[in-house]
């Protein structure tokens, strides 16, 4: 009993290494980033587009919206992709900044 446990416990380690993997956030449509447009889009437009934000903040006393979908494998290509987005006093867009590793037709 003590020998297969001895065994079975390095191939267990393996399998858990493998199929460990860490996820923050949650998917968006990335492709709709391109429908953004400063000074019109409101923050309604943007939670309607992409969801809820997966945090919220300020940055020089602009609200800011953060979307995150970041997954990191023991093994295989990482993914990360996320959209940050400052609005204007009036609650339209100020500015924003995607970024992704995915390749462009990838992007959805």
């Not at 993997?21 to 889009?41: E, H, N, P, Q, Y």
């Not at 923050?43 to 979307?67: A, H, K, L, M, N």
């Not at 990482?78 to 959209?83: A, G, K, M, S, Y």
């Amino acid at each position: 009993m003590k020998r297969n446990l001895m065994v079975l416990a390095p191939v267990l380690v393996a399998c858990l290494a493998v199929c460990s993997c860490v996820s923050l956030g949650r998917r968006f449509d990335a492709g709709a980033v391109k429908t953004i447009v400063m000074g019109k889009t409101t923050q309604f437009d943007i939670e309607r587009t992409f969801g809820e934000p997966f945090r919220t903040g300020v940055d020089s006393g602009d609200v800011t919206w953060t979307y995150l979908d970041y997954h990191f494998g023991v093994i295989g290509r990482q993914r990360t992709t996320d959209l940050l987005v400052k609005f204007n006093a009036n609650g339209t867009v100020k500015s924003y900044a995607f970024n992704t590793n995915q390749s462009e037709s990838s992007v959805r």
